[in-house]
């Protein structure tokens, strides 16, 4: 009866405001409910027919394969060698999921306390091959028996709940890994692969997994942070963790210790980060939990990774997630668009700007190999950025409200 009760109570929380529907009465809200982990583990887990999207969450390449999480819901697999029409080929469903990597063909998922490992050695058999319990930290309720609180899309009218709302400004943040039997992702990634480990940030730690043999993670340790950790970013043996009012820079030669050499503090800010050469590219923005932001891109100097100097500071409308290809930089701005960069002069990139795509409402972006996938509010694009004064759009996959 308890339970029951604290269910409906909580059915009453709405803990994030995401989208309107088409029709301006109705809004997309998201309600508490809570499980108990043994239910939680009880769920159904596994590969089925493709579904459409119907919310966007980190996107990730792996081989000719692009992989976008649905938050929460599990993950679409689509056949992306031919970027001009990506095939829809199949959902991972996986409860609770957030985050995603890829590495020796073995795609590893967050589902809300555990770590899961799939095979993906046929695309079409997937196969769960291992879950490592209790590894991810979670708001459990009080009481001898633990559960968790979860969400759930559901569309309302407006007026429904505007006297009881109560909002929590929700951000998700799988990104580039240097080694080549990895996958590559966005910069708003919460995981990271580099020499055999997968790492995973939570809101104030830094985790470790051992992935020598790819089927088998075996968790090693948690590293505790300061909070408001928000990203983490793999750079030659380095580990650059991005936080709501910094930038943490982490030693990964011994793989299994990360050693921490530094921290470049900034105002408390949303706060992705990208490296390239000797330089750090970083985007604060105000909005969700970052209202004391500003709106700007820095430059940090890295070549003493235990010294980060600050050396440029560039005016944005609201950066989001970014993406370094060579001499380019491409930068997501929101409901602003997004743009391209060129960053030869680290001094004058404010004075290089190639390109903006207005009209494209962007969160994170991958420079990938075939084209650039882009997260817009209303499905994932890909562009030719072949010439970066000229992006030139391939195809949409269009989120299904």
Do not use: W
């Not at 407006?158 to 910069?187: F, H, L, P, V, W």
């Not at 928000?230 to 050693?259: C, Q, R, W």
């Not at 003493?304 to 005016?315: C, L, R």
């Not at 944005?316 to 997004?338: A, K, R, T, Y």
Request: glycine residues 6%; proline residues 4%.
């Amino acid at each position: 009866m308890k339970k029951n009760l604290i269910n409906a109570l909580l059915l009453l929380l709405v803990v994030g405001l995401f989208t309107q529907c088409k029709k301006d009465e109705y809004e997309l809200i998201q309600i508490v409910k809570m499980i108990s982990v043994k239910e939680m583990r009880a769920l159904p887990v596994g590969i089925s027919k493709a579904i459409e999207v119907k919310k966007t969450g980190k996107i990730y390449l792996y081989k000719d394969y692009l992989f976008i999480n649905e938050p929460n819901e599990g993950i679409h697999i689509y056949n992306n060698s031919n970027p001009n029409a990506p095939i829809n080929v199949a959902f991972l469903k996986i409860p609770g999921n957030i985050d995603l990597a890829v590495h020796n063909n073995i795609l590893y998922a967050d589902s809300f306390i555990d770590l899961l490992a799939f095979d993906l050695s046929s695309i079409n058999n997937i196969k769960q091959v291992k879950r490592v319990n209790d590894v991810f930290q979670q708001q459990y309720s009080v009481g001898a028996e633990k559960y968790l609180y979860i969400t759930k899309d559901t569309l309302v009218k407006k007026e429904t709940y505007r006297k009881n709302m109560i909002y929590y400004d929700a951000y998700s943040s799988s990104n580039n890994s240097s080694a080549s039997t990895s996958g590559q992702g966005g910069s708003m990634a919460r995981f990271t692969l580099m020499n055999d480990y997968l790492y995973t940030v939570g809101m104030n730690n830094l985790s470790l997994f051992d992935i020598k043999a790819a089927a088998n993670p075996l968790f090693v340790k948690t590293i505790n942070l300061a909070g408001g950790v928000e990203t983490i970013f793999p750079y030659e043996n380095k580990l650059f963790i991005g936080t709501n009012s910094g930038m943490h820079i982490f030693s990964t030669a011994d793989a299994s210790n990360p050693v921490k050499l530094s921290t470049y503090s900034h105002i408390f800010a949303c706060d992705p980060v990208v490296v390239q050469g000797k330089y750090a590219y970083v985007t604060l923005r105000t909005g969700n939990n970052c209202r004391q932001a500003s709106n700007q891109l820095e430059v940090v100097d890295i070549e003493d990774p235990t010294q980060p100097k600050q050396i440029a500071v560039y005016a944005m409308q609201n950066p989001h997630g970014l993406s370094v290809s060579g001499d380019n930089l491409f930068l997501c701005e929101g409901n602003f668009g997004i743009k391209s960069f060129n960053i030869i002069n680290p001094y004058k990139i404010g004075d290089n700007l190639l390109q903006t795509l207005s009209n494209v409402k962007s969160f994170d972006v991958i420079a990938g190999p075939k084209s650039l996938i882009v997260t817009g509010a209303d499905g994932i694009y890909q562009f030719n950025a072949a010439d970066p004064k000229n992006l030139r759009q391939l195809s949409i996959i269009k989120v299904q409200m």
